[in-house]
């Protein structure tokens, strides 16, 4: 992996022939189609003989294949050439308040494993790290792909993060330097690391809903409820990487004690947690579910509740739709803000869309203005619940350019 993470700053020939085989390899793994060697020496701004012996060159330690034949009305037919996906890969991990997931992906981002350890709890201790580190370090192991093939790790974790500088601010904020720096010293491979949220908003921006449109809203709602804001085509991260902390606008209806040791925050109305604990109060109040059929109260999560809503239990329904409409609420007051193209809704939450679409559409059409929410859509993430370990994955190659 010498090519892409050398440090190439001293000017020398040797150095400059590195980059011109980065500017070769970036252009082919971000392109829709295989290249010819004129082709990619024009984009690339090369001459043909030089451009020629440095393709050669990565054609012989295989980073470049040849996958065909470009069809031509007539004549010689020229060879078209990609990266081999399989020359390097980027490891993707999302580390939530309970669970932690870790998929490892080709250079097209394509998973080719996938490791989860849902009895895993989040703390701010040093023994907490240790288990992130050694379920990483096995993880890799259990792939059987060699470390000197992995390019990096991207780490998508919950609190507050900057990743500007490595630090999160929440959890594991005991290290003497960054996490990121501790971190790549213990796996020996070079690591990055931002909020949960915005690793979702990636995810969407490079591979999502989010694709082809330059402002967006990429909406995290599952246990917690953050935000992604993608604004002229860039993820807004903030002075300090903070931006988006959708949860904590003061906008809730009621007056319970958020985890940041304020009141009134959105978070404490929408949000999985905040959903266990309404389902609670109104049970506790007299109301019924088919879920305690099943289920003792102290035992039912937000997902049991999203799945008896889907199967059509009547309290359910009426807290997530409940929910929705607030959430609608904050995000007219938004739309009005900055008006976004488009609202992406991800996270654990997409599996209601049924009943979350209209209550939320409603809550926008009582704050937003009229002009900019017709210009704005709403929809459901396409991506899947793995959306989060994507974007995390897409950290380390956006870091090298080759997505």
Same mark, same amino acid.
Not at 184 to 193: D, F
């Given at each position: 992996?010498?090519?892409?993470?050398?440090?190439?700053?001293?000017?020398?020939?040797?150095?400059?022939?590195?980059?011109?085989?980065?500017?070769?390899?970036?252009?082919?793994?971000?392109?829709?189609?295989?290249? *010819?060697?004129? !082709?990619?020496?024009?984009? +690339?701004?090369?001459?043909? $003989?030089?451009?020629?012996?440095? /393709?050669?060159?990565? %054609?012989?330690?295989?980073?470049?294949?040849?996958?065909?034949?470009?069809? *031509?009305?007539? !004549?010689?037919?020229?060879? +078209?050439?990609?990266?081999? $996906?399989?020359?390097?890969?980027? /490891?993707?991990?999302? %580390?939530?308040?309970?669970?932690?997931?870790?998929?490892?992906?080709?250079?097209?981002?394509?998973?080719?494993?996938?490791?989860?350890?849902?009895?895993?709890?989040?703390?701010?201790?040093?023994?907490?790290?240790?288990?992130?580190?050694?379920?990483?370090?096995?993880?890799?192991?259990?792939?059987?792909?060699?470390?000197?093939?992995?390019?990096?790790?991207?780490i998508g974790i919950t609190g507050r993060i900057n990743s500007q500088t490595?630090?999160?601010?929440?959890?594991?904020?005991?290290?003497?330097?960054?996490?990121?720096?501790?971190?790549?010293?213990?796996?020996?491979?070079?690591?990055?690391?931002?909020?949960?949220?915005?690793?979702?908003?990636?995810?969407?921006?490079?591979?999502?809903?989010?694709?082809?449109?330059?402002n967006a809203f990429v909406v995290n709602l599952s246990r917690g409820l953050g935000l992604a804001i993608i604004a002229n085509g860039e993820i807004v991260i903030g002075e300090q990487g903070f931006a988006g902390e959708f949860g904590h606008i003061q906008f809730a209806e009621s007056d319970k004690l958020c985890l940041c040791g304020k009141r009134g925050c959105l978070g404490t109305e929408v949000s999985g947690y905040a959903l266990e604990q309404n389902f609670k109060e109104q049970v506790q109040s007299g109301e019924i579910s088919l879920l305690l059929n099943s289920k003792d109260i102290s035992e039912i999560q937000y997902g049991d509740i999203l799945k008896a809503a889907w199967e059509g239990d009547a309290l359910s329904i009426s807290l997530i739709h409940k929910m929705g409409f607030l959430i609608g609420k904050a995000l007219g007051n938004m739309v009005n803000f900055l008006n976004p193209g488009i609202i992406i809704i991800g996270g654990k939450f997409v599996s209601a869309k049924e009943v979350l679409t209209d209550s939320i559409k409603s809550g926008m059409t009582h704050t937003a203005l009229s002009l900019p929410l017709r210009s704005c859509e709403l929809i459901f993430s396409s991506i899947g619940t793995d959306a989060a370990i994507k974007g995390a994955g897409a950290i380390v190659l956006c870091k090298l350019q080759l997505i």
């Open positions: 992996m010498e090519l892409f993470l050398k440090d190439i700053r001293n000017v020398n020939n040797a150095n400059r022939h590195y980059a011109q085989k980065r500017k070769i390899i970036s252009l082919l793994n971000k392109a829709e189609n295989p290249l *010819t060697i004129p !082709g990619i020496c024009k984009k +690339v701004k090369l001459s043909i $003989p030089t451009g020629t012996k440095l /393709i050669n060159e990565l %054609i012989e330690t295989q980073i470049i294949v040849e996958v065909g034949k470009m069809e *031509t009305e007539n !004549g010689r037919r020229p060879s +078209v050439y990609k990266v081999d $996906p399989d020359y390097a890969y980027c /490891i993707g991990v999302v %580390i939530l308040l309970k669970g932690i997931s870790l998929s490892i992906f080709n250079l097209e981002m394509k998973e080719v494993y996938k490791f989860d350890n849902n009895d895993f709890i989040l703390e701010n201790t040093s023994e907490c790290l240790a288990d992130v580190i050694a379920f990483i370090g096995n993880s890799i192991s259990d792939s059987k792909i060699d470390l000197n093939k992995i390019l990096g790790v991207g490595g630090n999160s601010y929440n959890y594991f904020n005991f290290l003497e330097n960054s996490l990121t720096s501790y971190l790549s010293e213990q796996l020996s491979v070079p690591v990055y690391i931002d909020n949960d949220t915005h690793v979702l908003g990636i995810a969407e921006q490079f591979f999502g809903e989010a694709k082809s449109v330059k």
